[in-house]
């Protein structure tokens, strides 16, 4: 277990170096001119150029990058040009938000998708099987912020059943969480419908049916704790498809998570805040996939970690 984890780590710390480096080259090679957005329109050449000299822009790529990963190694994220405040700390007032949209949406999506996928796989071939597989591929393709903006009209606008947005309830944390609990839905459903078909074809359930057990019985003891691993490694996976979502989806909700503050970096050229909050969700993404690793083997023991 030792050996496993000290691979995984150095494994995790070169897959952040290279996610920084090439965040880094990328937002280095934007046209956009952080200096011009700091000092307006009005400023004069010289100003600019005293600005960026200031924030270190003048210098070489590989100068900037190097000093940014001392700093990054301090645990500085660097300090917002517009904002004027440590990126670590905007980030910290707003990762309890998104977190608590991401757990309440994982619980919508897990809900929805294995039932879906369990319906399915026990009504093969059926009328209800096609229409849930096409319902779950309608829920996959489907645009994020046209979800989101589908459910505001009907629930919060036609019927008034939850707030347009905002944060600090349970009834504002409803709809963004659907939101994303839908779109997830439809990986989950296929998933488990596949991963259901096979372990229903086998021998130890033909056993349980012959044994005289209740259906239900034999799908929750037997059938779905074997079907739920590929589930398990998805989970992990969801984490980093939840932050590249939750930026339109916290924008469309007014949910003062980490994606609006991404959103509004974007928008104003804050090149240190999109690289904290980019390696934050890289953070998320490497501990989700490690997580779901190393809970597979207490749901089947049969599994070892090498």
């Given at each position: 277990?030792?050996i496993?984890?000290?691979?995984?780590?150095?494994q995790?710390?070169?897959?952040?170096?290279?996610v920084?480096?090439?965040?880094f080259?990328l937002?280095y090679?934007?046209p956009a001119?952080?200096?011009?957005?700091?000092?307006?329109?009005?400023?004069?050449?010289?100003?600019?150029?005293?600005i960026r000299?200031?924030?270190?822009?003048?210098?070489?790529?590989?100068?900037?990058y190097?000093?940014?990963l001392?700093q990054?190694?301090?645990?500085d994220l660097?300090?917002?040009?517009?904002?004027?405040?440590?990126?670590?700390d905007?980030?910290?007032?707003?990762?309890?938000?998104?977190?608590?949209l991401m757990?309440a949406?994982?619980v919508?999506?897990l809900?929805l998708?294995?039932?879906?996928?369990?319906?399915?796989a026990?009504r093969?071939g059926?009328?209800?099987d096609?229409?849930?597989?096409?319902?779950s591929f309608v829920?996959?393709?489907a645009?994020?912020?046209?979800?989101?903006l589908?459910?505001l009209?009907?629930?919060?606008?036609?019927?008034?059943?939850?707030?347009?947005g905002?944060y600090?309830?349970?009834?504002?944390?409803v709809l963004p969480a659907l939101?994303?609990?839908?779109?997830?839905?439809?990986w989950y459903?296929?998933?488990?419908?596949s991963?259901m078909?096979d372990?229903?074809?086998?021998?130890?359930?033909r056993t349980?049916?012959?044994?005289g057990?209740r259906?239900?019985?034999?799908?929750?003891?037997?059938?779905?704790?074997?079907?739920?691993?590929p589930?398990i490694?998805?989970?992990?996976?969801?984490i980093g498809?939840f932050m590249s979502?939750i930026?339109?989806?916290?924008?469309?909700?007014?949910?003062?998570?980490i994606?609006q503050?991404?959103?509004?970096?974007?928008?104003?050229?804050?090149?240190p805040i999109?690289?904290?909050v980019?390696l934050?969700?890289a953070?998320a993404?490497?501990?989700?996939?490690?997580?779901?690793?190393?809970v597979?083997?207490f749901?089947?023991?049969?599994?070892?970690?090498?």
């Amino acid at each position: 277990m030792a050996i496993y984890l000290a691979r995984r780590l150095f494994q995790a710390v070169l897959i952040l170096l290279g996610v920084s480096l090439v965040t880094f080259a990328l937002l280095y090679l934007l046209p956009a001119d952080p200096a011009r957005q700091i000092a307006g329109r009005t400023a004069t050449a010289a100003q600019v150029a005293n600005i960026r000299a200031q924030l270190g822009l003048d210098q070489p790529f590989f100068v900037q990058y190097a000093r940014y990963l001392g700093q990054l190694v301090q645990g500085d994220l660097g300090r917002s040009y517009l904002q004027r405040s440590a990126v670590s700390d905007l980030i910290w007032a707003r990762l309890p938000a998104s977190l608590l949209l991401m757990l309440a949406a994982i619980v919508c999506e897990l809900a929805l998708g294995l039932t879906m996928g369990m319906l399915a796989a026990v009504r093969r071939g059926r009328a209800s099987d096609h229409a849930l597989m096409v319902a779950s591929f309608v829920t996959v393709s489907a645009p994020q912020f046209v979800v989101g903006l589908l459910l505001l009209y009907v629930f919060a606008v036609r019927l008034g059943w939850f707030p347009i947005g905002g944060y600090g309830t349970f009834s504002h944390l409803v709809l963004p969480a659907l939101t994303l609990g839908i779109l997830g839905a439809g990986w989950y459903a296929r998933m488990m419908r596949s991963s259901m078909v096979d372990v229903l074809r086998q021998d130890y359930m033909r056993t349980a049916r012959a044994k005289g057990l209740r259906r239900w019985t034999i799908l929750g003891r037997h059938a779905l704790p074997n079907a739920i691993l590929p589930v398990i490694a998805m989970i992990g996976i969801d984490i980093g498809l939840f932050m590249s979502g939750i930026v339109v989806v916290e924008s469309v909700f007014g949910w003062p998570g980490i994606g609006q503050l991404a959103w509004q970096a974007i928008q104003r050229v804050d090149l240190p805040i999109i690289m904290g909050v980019t390696l934050i969700s890289a953070v998320a993404i490497v501990l989700g996939n490690l997580l779901a690793d190393l809970v597979t083997p207490f749901v089947d023991p049969r599994i070892k970690l090498q």
